[in-house]
């Protein structure tokens, strides 16, 4: 047995070595083929898109597209740096013409973080590159050699990133995998797929076409390079961020930096048993006979939702929280639910999100493990299609479907019909002193009279607006009428 075992460990040893030695021939063919044997640094250029990760019109449909042109980007292998920019036309969520602005991204060698370095090292020569200098292991799918290494960045789990990298029967890089941690997928795959390569000047290889999928599998980059320069001899350049416009300093911070402490949860007693949670996203805490009902109990992130929830049980103590309405799915309004999860509270959407947050919020964990993975609870998602009515006998809360709103299919108001209250998120913000009545009137406010007052014909006071107005406050039904020239 003991010769057995020994024979077992030598040819395990052996195997290992083996594996080794055929990943480095078949990353030295590839070098080979893609013409990089000498490659340091590469700039490329051409046209296309990004998408909105987490801000779709619909919880299954793609992200929202940001059309690019005169896209570049130039990357130094040897110093780990990147700079891409590019021209962006996107069309506002609330209608209207399409607005220019600016894409830019920036690495440096002190922006280590893997959710940066990637951008570099999941390209084709970046992927090479990495599985050459970390002991790369080869396996075989599908007719692709697949290459594995692990990156020196750790996840907060604390362990390594893994990436994975596909080449073809030419010696192509055709796709590269990583995964990175996220409040809604969990370990979230980026998937990077390189196809239609040309040859630049020198011999080179680049992708014509490229592709970067996250979460779900949409896209959030698609390229369309043109062409590409090697060994840019102005590379540095190329990578180095321009300095701040005059009379603004640079921004404070960097790794090592302190980072500020959330504000706290505060109270305020709206009526009898209703308490609006501010500190954050306005959050709404609503006593029943026997339990809570929270409005937008899990936005922005899990800390942010535990601030809620432990307010909320403050103001109302001694009884459970049971319900938390989700206005919708948007990230920066469901990054906090997994606090909801772990509570055992149910959260309550419109009926397109339940299949998406289903999928998303029972995803593996084990990059960033949150409060919901550590628990073991599962998600509990009840929906509503046009209204549901929430009530104990004396207390009722309504909830309403929002139709025909640009920003997002699916978004919910609550209502309290006897302390004349209506809770809403993302539709409009208060129109400033200086300008009541916006010239051309806001698409959002206008879909909003139309469903609250013109339909539902609900008779409410106030207003509490998850997005707090600055300064601070909730509206009226008067001031939100008049912003439309009504009365």
Known sequence: MKRLMAALAFISLVSASAAAQDAKAVLAAASKAMGMDNLTSITIYGSGANFNLGQSNNANDQW????LSDYQRSIDFSTSTSRATAVTF???VTGGPPVQGAFQQNITPTNTAWIQQLEIWTTPWGFVKGAMANNATLSSSGGSKVLTWTTTQKAPSGVSYKVVGYVNAQNLVTRVDTWLENP????????????????????????????QRRGNGQPVLELQILGANVNPANITALVTPPPPPAGRGGGPGGPGAPVAAPPAATSTKLADGVYRIGGGYIAMAIEMKDHIVLFEGGPQNETRSQAIIAEAKKVIPNKPIRY???THHHFDHSSGLPAVVAEGITIITHENNKAFLTRALTAPRTLAPDSMSKSGKKPVIETVQEKRVLT????????????????????????LPKEKILAYADMFNAPPANDPVPNPPVVGTQVFVANV???????????????APNPDRNYSKAEILKSLGRN
């Open 392 to 415: 104990d006998g004396t207390r009722v809360i309504e909830i309403y479907h929002v139709r025909g709103l640009p920003h997002v299919e699916g978004m919910l108001v609550a209502y």
């Open 453 to 467: 007052v013109d339909q539902l014909k609900l008779d409410f006071d106030t207003v509490v607006s998850v997005h």
């Open 90 to 92: 996107a069309a506002p």
């Open 324 to 326: 938390s309405i989700l």
């Open 184 to 211: 809604i997928f969990g370990d979230m795959l980026v998937e990077n797929n390189y196809s239609n390569y040309r040859e630049a000047l020198g011999g080179s290889m680049y992708p014509a076409t490229i592709v």
């Open 64 to 67: 929202p597209r940001n059309n």
